[in-house]
């Protein structure tokens, strides 16, 4: 991926410091074809720097294809959220194209 140099550092603490802050990236890897999927990354620090994990499904095309040592792009997304018009959902209600759901966990 081509960096310009203005906005190019090998800082690796702000790069933790990025990554934990917004840990939402794009997984993307030409290993067969490319294929790029979302997934939350974690800081695991080690003596002589640190490690990216996340957890892929394994129906996952990249799951199965990826192997430790494979370079991969990792593009963090920054701050993001997504925001429904409540209008638009009572519609959806009220024309049963929506159904109410028990509530399930989600990652803050």
Do not use: W
């Not at 550092?9 to 890897?29: R, T």
């Not at 192997?67 to 997504?82: I, M, N, P």
């Amino acid at each position: 991926m081509y960096i310009p140099k203005i906005y190019k550092s090998e800082d690796q603490e702000l790069m933790k410091k990025i990554i934990s802050e917004n840990g939402f990236a794009l997984l993307i890897s030409d290993k067969e074809k490319l294929s790029a999927t979302h997934s939350m990354f974690l800081v695991n620090e080690k003596e002589d720097g640190f490690l990216l994990e996340t957890h892929i499904s394994k129906a996952n095309f990249q799951a199965k294809v990826l192997k430790d040592g494979d370079q991969v792009l990792c593009d963090f997304l920054g701050a993001h959220s997504y925001i429904r018009h409540l209008g638009m959902i009572t519609k959806m209600f009220r024309h049963g194209i929506m159904k109410q759901c028990k509530s399930v966990e989600r990652l803050n």
